[in-house]
């Protein structure tokens, strides 16, 4: 798939997600899509559509649901992605659709044996920054430095791209911190600005490089179990 290619998919995958005023579409029972996948890792796009949060609608983050559809197929990571706006927000609250988003997470954890997840939003472009790389200061990634180190690095040919700058996942609400706690597995919230994912040629480098964060981290989690089996 050439360049050219993968805009126009990444531009067709968006047109659910665009539709009824970026509310998206119902088709089933849940308001959010799982894309199963063979690895270790699962990526998150809670606001890929509009979401309500204290009774206010708030707008949807933009090509988050692409990108994380467009990275599963590629990479073979897990992914799920809110697909239609029934006014909850997963990334806010504990209740209703919002927990049964969060559930559906715990129950991938236990099936997929899922070591990391990449939580993805977006942000508006009057931040210092380019990405905002969540951890709630270490602590929603049990201070795994080297799974940042594989993040960071790879994030790196963006100018500005910071760790808890503005968008920590700190509150017990936020799926990082409520995931972490539950199951103890690593979870990154990165803020992608408006910019990176509207400008195509952004947008292509931002693909490339969550592309090896993905095969990086499968590495990872390869060798930390053959270490186990060999420990056994």
């Known amino acids: 798939m050439n360049d050219n290619e993968k805009l126009n998919y990444i531009k067709e995958l968006n047109e659910k997600y665009r539709a009824n005023n970026s509310n998206g579409i119902s088709s089933s029972n849940v308001n959010f899509k799982i894309v199963h996948g063979r690895l270790p890792i699962l990526l998150s796009a809670p606001h890929a559509v509009r979401q309500s949060r204290n009774g206010e ?93 594989i993040i960071y690095q790879n994030l790196a040919i963006f100018r500005n791209v910071v760790i808890d700058k503005k968008f920590k996942a700190s509150q017990e609400t936020t799926i990082c911190n409520y995931i972490n706690k539950k199951t103890n597995t690593s979870c990154f919230q990165i803020e992608l600005s408006t910019s990176l994912r509207k400008n195509p040629d952004k947008l292509l480098k931002l693909l490339n490089s969550f592309e090896k964060i993905i095969e990086e981290l499968s590495k990872q989690f390869t060798l930390e179990k053959s270490d186990i089996e060999l420990e056994i």
């Open 57 to 149: 609608t708030k707008g949807a983050d933009t090509l988050t649901g692409p990108i994380v559809e467009f990275l599963c197929e590629r990479t073979n990571a897990n992914g799920i992605i809110r697909t239609f706006n029934l006014d909850d927000d997963p990334n806010s609250e504990n209740v209703g659709y919002s927990l049964l988003y969060k559930n559906a997470i715990l129950k991938l954890i236990k099936e997929k044996n899922i070591g990391c997840i990449i939580d993805i939003h977006g942000c508006n472009d009057n931040y210092t920054f380019d990405i905002d790389i969540g951890t709630n200061n270490g602590k929603n990634i049990n201070g795994e430095n080297n799974l940042l180190a």
